[in-house]
């Protein structure tokens, strides 16, 4: 049935011939996403009608149909306006069993009232299928229309949701409201500052969700701070049965809201009551961390929101990373379980493997990493050993080779910015920020930047806090350390000297020379020189000082040639 038609028979009013027209209408165009040959005002016109139809008394089938409608006319973003008002999102939000209070927004307006705090209550049982599409609907037209957004917020359609999530255990719940619902948050709070911090503080929405994740995954609790899946106690990781495709996409979706919710985490402090809360939360990632999906790339990109909303976690709550007990099969250093810490690795080096959008990919985990070394001194001597182990390979440069030493330090000189400093700084760390032994194994050269923005080019320590201890050396480096170019962190073969057979007359000639070179290019903003001041740092090279350098009569002799030879 064409859009005409179906118009026509809603026009009618009669709900037979309705639910008649709307499931032709939906059977034709339920694989279509685009509306080139229609009227973008009959489109409109059906919305309105079918939104009349909602708004009496229906039966399920004619609900879901009408719902169904909806859906598919809101795939056309320029035809939502019947759809975005505070009347039409309240309908839809009823339907959905999201609604918040049981007036319009409007209603409340005109009568002078606040919106009310308390949920529509739902029926004992409520339809799903209906609730599934409508909550389809909502997240279509708030994804696509700014308005929708606001009207959201102030319809307060998070509160809804929350109060639905807090069911999470109830088996009424079936998988695809808890996704639509779980996606519905998601598309608020990454569109919605306010509904974002509404969630988070309100609706304490870290403990809100980490239960969510907690009930998704099925887990149980041996010790307060560590997990297991229930019925498989005791099982090592790498044993576990792999997670189901719906438990992974579920947990993907809580673990993008809380992502979302947690951002600026790190930017204040956090009391006791928060930080036991992120440490909860922290068991749980652990536990996703080492969990496998049957796909390896949705491991791989379950494993990757993982370790995003580590990132936004207190540091001081990474703790619960290594608290597990070492078992059989773990990976022990030091008396302390390394599993989730060697899972960061190898994930690490694979994106570095990669090498594609590196910013994007890469970034999080090294981030991770880093921050993990600079504050937890196990981790740090972990990571350590295995990437910046005791140096052995002193005939090859830092850069050259195939060991994670050698793929960081290229790194170091990647041409994105952001992945040039944060390698630097992830190598930086494991050299307890001590510049003599980032310098040993990278090489001055490839360290220059770094120590370059610290004012460390000079060598020191910085402000980095760490214990004392002694860095071993090892037989080969000790014997060709005095032979060890330190700009490029290799031995070299001796060079003949340039110089080699000059006067002292020549010697000054070819110095003043370069000079000269030097201050042509200054002055014609090809290059700007600089210099080290006496604390270390760079600082620009001002013609005062390429003067007091050229203020010498042989230098003085070639400018005047030069001058001539320019007129000539």
Known sequence: MDLKGAIELLETGDQDCALTALQSFNSQMSHCFTFENEDGQEREHLGELVLGFLNGDLQPSCQVACLETIRILSRDKKCLGPFITCSAM?????????????????????????????TCPLSENPDLEVIVEALKTICNI?????????????????????????????PIWTYEVRFFDLRLTFQLTALRVDVRAQLAKELHGVSLLGNQLDATLDLCWPDSLETARKGCEGVPSEDLPPLSQQQIELSMEILKILFNITFDTQRHKVDEEEAAEYRHLGAIL???????????????????????????????????LLMPKVQPNSIEYMGVNMDAVHMLLEFMERRVDRGHKLKETLIPSLNLLTESSRIHRETRKFLRSKVLPPLRDVMNKPEVGNTLRNKLVRLMTHIDTDVKDCAAEFLFVLCKENVSRFIKYTGYGNAAGLLAAR?????????GIYSEDE????????????????????VEEDRPDPMEGMTEEQKEYEAMKLVQMFDKLSRSSVIQPMQLDMDGNMKELTTDDLHRLTNNPVLQAENLNNSDEDEA
Do not use: W
């Open 90 to 118: 309240s309908t839809l939000a009823r339907y959905a069993g999201i609604a918040v209070g049981c007036t319009s927004t409007e209603d409340q307006r005109e009568q002078g009232t606040k919106q009310g705090e308390e």
């Open 142 to 170: 708030v994804l696509y229309n700014e308005t929708a957004q606001v009207v959201s917020a102030e319809l307060q359609l998070i509160k809804g949701v929350a109060e639905r999530l807090k069911q999470c255990r109830d």
């Open 286 to 320: 652990r536990h996703c961390l080492m969990s496998r999906t049957e796909s390896e790339q949705l491991t791989e990109e379950f494993h990757s929101h993982t370790i995003n909303l580590l990132g936004n976690l207190p540091l001081p709550c990474l703790d619960v």
């Open 455 to 463: 004012g460390l080019l000079r060598g020191g320590r910085d402000s």
């Open 471 to 490: 860095d071993s050396e090892t037989e080969e480096y000790k014997e060709f350390k005095a032979r060890i170019n330190p700009i490029t962190g290799v």
